[in-house]
């Protein structure tokens, strides 16, 4: 097995860190878009264009409660990203035992 | 205002297929460690200031009635020792709830509401239980000494580890069946076995569940092989 079996979308540091850190919720949870930055430490720009890709391929969804300067982002991780998390870490593991 | 991209610090760049797979999986530990330590409503420090309450606050009270031939009741220095170290660890627990919680709505913060109001619906019926049996006529021996320092602890621990139960948390599942068995099993020994005895039971109890909770938190990933 080779690094091209990881799904590539997840496998770089920035959006790893998102995923592992949304997957420690439970299931339907979702973790509003400030606490998320300052866990991982990202600036909002890194963050918003990380999301941005995960979003695009469903692995999450980005929830906006609010109007104005009291809107709220919050992002929750959908089953297709938990699945997918699940199938790279899968695929990560054998990589590893394989090396 | 100068934040560095996380990912700078990184082994590996952040464009696609450049993580060593090695980093990847340890990425993954390490975040899995801090997310785990973040979102954790309960904490070692917390667990173990509870067990502080029990050992000082209990065993205050222990100490103020060890020598009494007829039941006379604990000393007033020993109830506000007691009741300030309650006061201390609520507070700290309720940070370190709070402080988890920042963020995060759902389901999760919804059952963590549930389960405070269940918590403390069940001490207070417990208590009302303790006037009424006052009111009734029982003696302080049984209803101070005996009835108060276990009976709406047994109630507190129970509706906490229904709540446990259902999450399929087993070290809190395990923590309120041990609190249970150790204050039910002390009323057989009267006021001084009540408060001594849950007091050093339940802070055994405590410690065992702050060093389970320690080593959960440090636990690795299950990527490494």
């Known amino acids: 097995m080779t690094a091209d079996a990881l799904d590539p979308l997840i496998h770089a540091p920035a959006r790893l860190r998102i995923m592992v850190t949304l997957a420690a919720l439970n299931d339907g949870d979702t973790l509003s878009f400030t606490r998320l930055k300052d866990m991982l430490d990202l600036t909002p720009g890194n963050l918003i264009t990380h999301l941005r890709k995960l979003e695009d391929a469903e692995y999450l969804r980005t929830v906006k409660t609010g109007n104005g300067t009291a809107s709220l982002t919050s992002v929750t991780m959908t089953r297709r990203g938990r699945a997918a998390l699940e199938a790279y870490t899968a695929a990560l593991r054998d990589l590893i035992a394989g090396v | ?225």
């Open chain 2, 1 to 225: 205002m100068n934040k560095t991209h996380d990912t700078d610090k990184s082994p590996a760049g952040d464009e696609d297929g450049e993580l060593d797979p090695r980093d990847a999986a340890r990425i993954i530990e390490q975040t899995e460690i801090q997310a785990r330590r973040q979102f954790e409503t309960s904490s070692p420090l917390a667990a173990l200031l509870g067990a502080g309450v029990f050992l000082f606050g209990y065993g205050a009270v222990w100490f103020s009635m060890r020598d009494q031939r007829v039941y006379a009741g604990p000393a007033g220095w020993s109830l506000a020792l007691l009741y300030g170290l309650i006061a201390v660890s609520a507070i700290v627990g309720s940070r370190v709830s709070r402080r988890a919680t920042t963020g995060v709505s759902g389901r999760a913060r919804r059952q963590m509401q549930a389960q405070s109001a269940a918590v403390m619906v069940a001490g207070m019926g417990a208590w009302v239980v303790e006037g009424a049996l006052r009111h009734l006529g029982v003696s302080f021996r049984i209803v101070y000494g005996i009835f108060g320092p276990t009976v709406p602890l047994i109630a507190l621990a129970a509706a906490a580890g229904g709540y446990a139960a259902a999450r399929e948390k087993w070290p809190e599942l395990g923590l309120t069946m041990a609190i249970i068995a150790v204050a039910a099993g002390s009323t057989y020994f009267g006021p001084n076995g009540a408060w001594g005895l849950t007091g050093v039971g339940c802070c055994v109890a405590l410690m065992t569940y702050a060093a389970v909770l320690t080593v959960r938190l440090r636990r690795p990933s299950p990527v490494q092989p």
